[in-house]
């Protein structure tokens, strides 16, 4: 996985630390992509009572920054893969 940001706080930003820990939080969320045949081949539909759904999907989890509300690492999967797999994937975040 490419890292594209890091925590951004410093010892000096107000809220950021507890001590000598980081204080970030965990956070997810789910995302409608483009209605389009590569993406329903990737991240598929989720189902729904008459059949699936009208728009693919993708669940995400990022690591945030209180503080500077600076998010410093996501996952995320096809709104379709099996969620037993998904706790693992998430705490190597």
């Not at 329903?40 to 945030?64: K, N």
């Not at 998010?71 to 099996?82: D, I, M, P």
Request: net charge positive; glycine share 6%; proline share 4%.
């Amino acid at each position: 996985m490419m890292k594209l940001v890091k925590p951004i706080a410093v010892r000096v930003t107000r809220g950021a630390w507890y001590q000598t820990w980081r204080l970030v939080s965990l956070d997810g969320s789910t995302l409608d992509v483009a209605d389009e045949k590569v993406n329903e081949d990737a991240f598929s539909r989720p189902g729904a009572s008459r059949g699936t759904g009208a728009y693919p999907q993708i669940h995400f989890v990022s690591l945030v920054e209180n503080a500077t509300t600076c998010c410093s690492a996501a996952r995320w999967r096809a709104a379709g893969l099996a969620k037993s797999r998904w706790p693992r994937r998430c705490s190597r975040i």
